[in-house]
Antibody, heavy 120, light 110 residues
Framework: QLQLQESGPGLVKASETLSLTCTVSDGSISSNSYYWGWIRQPPGKGPEWIGS???????YYNPSLKSRVTISVDTSKNQFSLKLSSGTAADTAVYYC????????????WGQGTLVTVSS | QSALTQPASVSGSPGQSITISCTGTRSDVGGYNYVSWYQQYPGKAPKLMIHDVSNRPSGVSNRFSGSKSGNTASLTISGLQAEDEADYYCSSFTSSSTLVFGGGTKLTVL
């Protein structure tokens, strides 16, 4: 059964870049049937879609974050990554990676999530 | 893009049916059949329960069903069980080619 696992620093200083990696296991990230996405959820709030990527490298970003976001894929490692620049306290959230059937629709399954705190 | 509107909380007794609403606009919920629903337990990742308005993924109980009328989508849970107590979120594709989520509804099983 496909599993996703987020990894990266849990604490980032304000103005610096948040970097996370999602490792996919028991399945290939190169499948031509799926997209791979990042979603975040601030404490006590609803989720927010950050962006998605196809194994070929095609990316789809939330316009509200597009200027600060880069999502990339490494098919040799079965991983995809997120970089969010110029971090502020508003970026503090649990960050999830997930698989999607389309780039901007539903996601299933999700990783367990990782809390990233941006502090000054 | 504004978040979709959900009631903050709903409650019901075991065996009853409850419905959670998700209200958007013609630019999201009303304009596309791309509404999904997620169940989330405290400290856990969201789990997909319904996609594309009314489709249930394999393994999800048939007590969960989805529908849409105009700009409002709904999730109905029939035969309420204690294990259904969780937070529920809706999401929708939007005309800006982005995905918007609701603020979440806390379901309490009395």
């Amino acid at each position: 059964q496909l599993q996703l696992q987020e990894s990266g620093p849990g604490l980032v200083k304000a103005s610096e870049t948040l970097s996370l990696t999602c490792t996919v296991s028991d399945g290939s990230i190169s499948s031509n049937s799926y997209y791979w996405g990042w979603i975040r959820q601030p404490p006590g709030k609803g989720p927010e879609w950050i962006g998605s990527i196809y194994y070929s490298g095609s990316t789809y970003y939330n316009p509200s974050l597009k200027s600060r976001v880069t999502i990339s894929v490494d098919t040799s490692k079965n991983q995809f990554s997120l970089k969010l620049s110029s971090g502020t306290a508003a970026d503090t959230a649990v960050y999830y990676c997930a698989r999607g059937k389309q780039p901007v629709n539903w996601f299933d399954p999700w990783g367990q999530g990782t809390l990233v705190t941006v502090s000054s | 893009q504004s978040a979709l509107t959900q009631p903050a909380s709903v409650s019901g007794s075991p065996g009853q049916s409850i419905t959670i609403s998700c209200t958007g606009t013609r630019s999201d919920v009303g304009g596309y059949n791309y509404v999904s629903w997620y169940q989330q337990y405290p400290g856990k990742a969201p789990k997909l329960m319904i996609h594309d308005v009314s489709n249930r993924p394999s393994g999800v109980s048939n007590r969960f069903s989805g529908s849409k009328s105009g700009n409002t989508a709904s999730l109905t849970i029939s035969g309420l069980q204690a294990e259904d107590e969780a937070d529920y979120y809706c999401s929708s594709f939007t005309s800006s080619s982005t995905l918007v989520f609701g603020g979440g509804t806390k379901l309490t099983v009395l």
